[in-house]
């Protein structure tokens, strides 16, 4: 009996479904006859409106996508252009400052350091070393010598005593000096 109401049951719902389908249809069909020919070619031209309206946002949005493309490709190459600019910029000054080392220390000309010695007479820094200074005549080594040796040892006197300067001789003028 179960198995009878399930027939039942959907027998029934099949049949309203379909009424429902046929009403529907029939309801469509007459709904366009009963549009106008004015009707018709408003919805046509809102249509055709609609469609021109997504082309044209579709050509804008290509055109702004192609302006930022531009946009990106001149970034780049205002960038390639101010680093060649600076490398450029290096490149001059460092030709520059070579130019300015060589005009203030030409290389036929070497540097010298001043000298610390000229000669007091002459002025002339040709001088040439000669010795350790020592003093002629030692009272001092002369009384030792003579206590210990006598008579003879004061010859001792004259062995010099060093001292902390240097005698020099001017190759220019021939004079001596200390320093």
């Known amino acids: ?3 009878v109401k399930e027939g039942i049951g959907q027998s029934i719902f099949g049949a309203i ?11 469509w069909i007459n709904k366009r006859k009963s549009i106008t020919p004015e009707q ?19 050509q804008e949005k290509a055109q702004v996508k192609l302006e ?5 490709l001149k970034e780049k190459e205002l960038e390639v252009q101010r680093k060649t600019l600076k490398r450029e910029e290096r ?3 460092k030709a520059e400052s070579v130019k300015v080392k060589e005009y203030a220390t ?16 002459c002025g002339s820094t040709n001088i040439q070393p000669l010795g350790q200074h020592k003093k002629g005549f030692s009272v001092g080594k002369a009384v030792g010598g003579t206590i210990l040796t006598g008579g003879v040892g004061a010859l001792a006197g004259f062995a010099g005593k060093k001292t902390k300067q240097t ?3 001017c190759m220019n003028c021939g004079k001596q000096f200390k320093r």
């Open 40 to 58: 018709k070619a408003k919805i046509q031209q809102e249509k055709t409106q609609k469609l021109k309206q997504k082309q044209q946002l579709k």
């Open 106 to 121: 030409p290389p036929s000309q070497p540097v010298q350091s001043q000298p610390s010695l000229v000669c007091p007479h």
């Open 91 to 93: 490149k001059k000054a």
């Open 68 to 72: 930022l493309q531009k946009a990106k």
């Open 1 to 3: 009996m179960a198995n």
């Open 167 to 169: 005698d020099f001789v």
């Open 17 to 27: 479904l379909g009424f429902a389908i046929t009403y529907g249809v029939i309801y």
